[in-house]
């Protein structure tokens, strides 16, 4: 009885979380020290369109990139407040992370190999072309700013640790942290071992070792 209104109630702050991620954006004005917070004008001219375009994009994936896109998440589904939420995977300095060696393909990834694994995994759905004008317009956005329905099994979010630390420090949306650690990790567990989409290329990961223990394959 006592494991199964844990089960209830993980499911309904689930459903309570699902829903507050898509409520529009709220300003973190309580840590202005973190670079992001404030919007900064668009370029003039060719770039500036390029970082108009990209925003769109990454804020209404399916709509903007319906080529590339195989479920009903944007990116910022995942990448809260335009990408500019702390500890919430923000963008903010994005642009000198990469390039990055990833275990999980055991390869040197540039940032364009990044967002396409975003594509591939948690958008389910296919690589842009790296000379694209959709490539390029998230791009642009990434460095003058701040630098099946849902995501497959090879989506970073579908992992157990990974999605119980996102949901304890940042939902539900503009609450974050108001959930005991137990509470966030029982949210993580019913939501990311929901059946998904599977990932073609999963055989392909870690081929060096290095799996994580919450790998959902």
Same mark, same amino acid.
């Given at each position: 009885?006592?494991?199964q209104?844990?089960?209830?109630?993980a499911a309904m702050? /689930? #459903?309570?979380?699902?829903? $507050?991620c898509?409520?529009?954006p709220i300003?973190?004005a309580?840590?202005?020290r973190y670079?992001? &917070?404030h919007?900064a004008?668009?370029?003039d001219?060719p770039v500036g369109d390029?970082v108009?375009?990209?925003?769109?994009?990454?804020?209404h994936?399916?709509a903007?990139?319906p080529a590339?896109s195989?479920? /009903? #998440?944007?990116?910022?589904? $995942?990448h809260?407040?335009?990408?500019?939420?702390r500890w919430a995977?923000?963008w903010v300095?994005? &642009?000198?992370?990469?390039?990055?060696?990833?275990s999980?393909?055991a390869?040197?990834?540039?940032l364009?190999?990044?967002v396409?694994?975003c594509?591939?995994?948690?958008?389910?759905?296919?690589p842009l072309?790296?000379?694209?004008?959709?490539?390029i317009?998230?791009?642009?956005?990434?460095q003058?700013?701040?630098?099946?329905?849902?995501?497959?099994?090879?989506?970073?979010?579908a992992?157990?640790d990974?999605?119980?630390?996102?949901?304890?420090?940042s939902?539900?949306?503009?609450?974050?942290?108001?959930?005991?650690?137990q509470e966030?990790?029982?949210v993580?567990a019913?939501?990311?071992?929901q059946?998904?989409?599977?990932?073609?290329?999963?055989?392909?990961?870690?081929?060096?070792?290095?799996?994580?223990d919450?790998a959902?394959?």
């Amino acid at each position: 009885m006592i494991q199964q209104e844990h089960r209830v109630r993980a499911a309904m702050i /689930a #459903l309570a979380l699902v829903t $507050c991620c898509f409520c529009p954006p709220i300003t973190a004005a309580e840590d202005d020290r973190y670079p992001g &917070w404030h919007d900064a004008p668009d370029p003039d001219g060719p770039v500036g369109d390029a970082v108009a375009f990209g925003r769109r994009i990454l804020t209404h994936t399916p709509a903007n990139a319906p080529a590339y896109s195989g479920n /009903a #998440l944007n990116c910022t589904s $995942c990448h809260l407040d335009s990408g500019r939420s702390r500890w919430a995977a923000p963008w903010v300095g994005i &642009w000198g992370v990469f390039p990055e060696y990833r275990s999980r393909n055991a390869k040197v990834n540039a940032l364009q190999d990044r967002v396409n694994d975003c594509f591939e995994r948690s958008l389910n759905g296919q690589p842009l072309p790296l000379e694209s004008r959709e490539m390029i317009g998230i791009l642009a956005y990434m460095q003058s700013l701040w630098g099946p329905k849902s995501f497959n099994i090879g989506a970073g979010m579908a992992r157990l640790d990974t999605a119980a630390a996102f949901v304890k420090v940042s939902m539900p949306f503009g609450q974050g942290g108001s959930l005991r650690e137990q509470e966030a990790f029982d949210v993580a567990a019913f939501f990311t071992r929901q059946p998904r989409p599977d990932f073609a290329g999963k055989l392909e990961d870690w081929p060096k070792g290095g799996k994580p223990d919450d790998a959902r394959y």
